[in-house]
């Protein structure tokens, strides 16, 4: 019988939730999901000095915001040591493993000699058949894993195929430090088998160590898991990933105002693809992911692609929901919470009215929050440079006349406030782009913003009228 699929996400709480974590974990969670298994989360802080809670809050809280939900408790790595020691007491009970005595001068000329030979530096081995009654006194010994000296050790992983490893280039990695705390490598085997884990899908850069920890495993009789090393994310550049090309915290995406569902289908094409698909519903990833369409080679990491997935999304998006969206980000923004200060259930149904307008222009929530500042703000508005630059004596004159015109509609509403416009448009026989840039400018503060008889429709008579009041007087 088939054991069920159990994966885990494994971060260190040493930083925020980086990118390419992110996209490690939901690699992990589709999997788990796609064969009806489950997925852990463990948390890997047995680097006490470094490990903070607030990067704990952050993982946890990127992962939630991702809509990445874990099975059973998440595991504390350092709260199981003794369950690590006890894996190295067995080691050593049964000859796999031994006690080493190697001062800090003997390891450093050991690295010495072996760069001068110009050789890795390794350790040599020297305790490793030796007596332990010839300890020196005062010394603390470390455990090291007796690694095989001969033949290899083979990888047959889901990603990068079968890889082989010559056992005479690992030496013998200590598992259990002089002080007794355990190191990474021991850590996580004795985790991965005491949680159940079948499938371990991980960045590339952990290749090497599943030659080292598939040793481990088999030494302590127990299965190795099913491993699968994703390549790592680049920048656009070819380059390793960087801050400039995107290496930033989950958080920081969703601060510049990016839909968790566009992350999600955007980091899912980060190194894995369904043929030619490149819009997918959460429903679609589940049910298409799989470890043999992940690529060999690094993705590439694009803000362009991400913006227009993130585009397409907020167009498809309820527009209520979208606005809650938006006024969530504002609540959280420290330099817009005083816009967010004035938004109030009567300009809350405003910018829900007009949204359909307003997402087809915005690729990001702080695109949208930006276009809808016009109803937002209150009057007198600060208008920008551009947009004062087209308040021209002419331009005032003109909508002054206009203002006086918009002031007899009776019922205001779209077709009313489109017919008005046009018509003082012919009669003063004006094109319709001549009035309406200063009228938007007028009205928003800006050159760009929804169809100018939307903006009028949404903002209602008095505000309208007293807006344009507000620009002539400024300008004058």
């Known amino acids: 019988m088939t054991s069920p699929v159990v994966t885990r996400f494994a971060p260190s709480p040493t930083g925020f939730l980086h990118i390419g974590g992110a996209r490690t974990a939901l690699f992990n969670w589709l999997y788990a999901k796609a064969n009806g298994g489950k997925m852990l989360l463990r948390i890997e802080d047995t680097d006490r000095a470094r ?8 993982i946890l809280d990127g992962l939630t915001w991702l809509g990445l939900d874990w099975d059973d408790k998440p595991v504390f790595q350092h709260s199981r040591i003794e369950a690590h020691q006890q894996a190295a007491e067995d080691l ?4 796999k493993a031994y006690k080493c005595y190697c001062s800090p001068e003997e390891l450093s000329a050991m690295r ?10 390794r350790y040599n081995g020297m305790w490793r058949d030796r007596d332990p009654s010839q300890a020196p006194a005062g010394i603390k010994p ?8 001969a033949g290899t050790t083979v990888i047959d992983d889901q990603v990068q195929g079968r890889v082989t490893f010559n056992n005479s280039e690992l ?8 002080d007794g705390n355990p190191t990474y490598m021991l850590s996580v085997v004795v985790d991965d088998h005491d949680m159940g884990v079948t499938h371990v899908i991980r960045g590339d850069d952990h290749l090497t160590n599943a030659a080292r920890q598939s040793q481990i495993f088999e030494a302590l009789g127990w299965p190795v898991p099913v491993f699968a090393h994703i390549p790592l994310i680049h920048g656009p550049d070819g380059a390793k990933l960087s801050k400039r090309h995107g290496a930033l915290g989950v958080d920081a995406y969703r601060d510049m105002g990016y839909l968790p569902q566009a992350m999600r289908n955007y980091l899912v094409r980060l190194g894995w693809s369904h043929g030619d698909d490149e819009i997918m519903s959460l429903e679609n990833m589940i049910e298409w992911f799989d470890l043999d369409n992940i690529g060999r080679s ?6 362009d692609k991400l913006e227009s997935i993130n585009g397409h999304y907020m167009r498809q998006a309820d527009d209520k929901e979208l606005a809650t969206a938006m006024f969530e980000l504002l609540e959280n923004d420290k330099d817009r919470g005083e816009l967010y200060a004035k938004v109030t259930d009567e300009k809350v149904q405003k910018i829900v009215s007009v949204m359909p307008e307003l997402k087809e222009r915005a690729k990001t929530l702080v695109e949208l929050a930006t276009s809808s500042e016009f109803i ?10 551009k947009a004062a630059q087209l308040l021209t004596e002419e331009a005032k004159t003109h909508l002054k006349q206009l203002s006086i015109q918009l002031s007899l509609v009776e019922n205001w509403n779209l077709e009313e ?3 008005t416009i046009r018509d003082f448009c012919t009669q003063i026989d004006l094109k319709l782009g001549s009035i309406a840039q200063p009228l938007r400018a007028a009205l928003t503060g800006t050159t760009i913003s929804p169809g100018i008889f939307d903006v009028l429709a949404v903002l209602g008579r008095d505000e309208t009228l007293g807006r344009i009041a507000d620009s002539i007087d400024a300008a004058s």
Do not use: M
């Open 142 to 149: 470390v455990i090291r894993f007796k690694s095989p000296e």
């Open 112 to 121: 010495e000699k072996a760069r001068a030979e110009k050789r890795p530096p």
């Open 376 to 385: 937002l703000n209150d009057r007198p508005l600060k208008l920008n440079e």
């Open 171 to 178: 030496d013998d990695l200590i598992i259990l430090r002089s």
């Open 92 to 95: 050593l009970a049964q000859g």
């Open 417 to 419: 406030i489109e017919t």
């Open 51 to 58: 490990s903070t809670t607030e990067a704990i809050d952050a």
């Open 298 to 303: 690094a993705a590439r990491f694009d803000f």
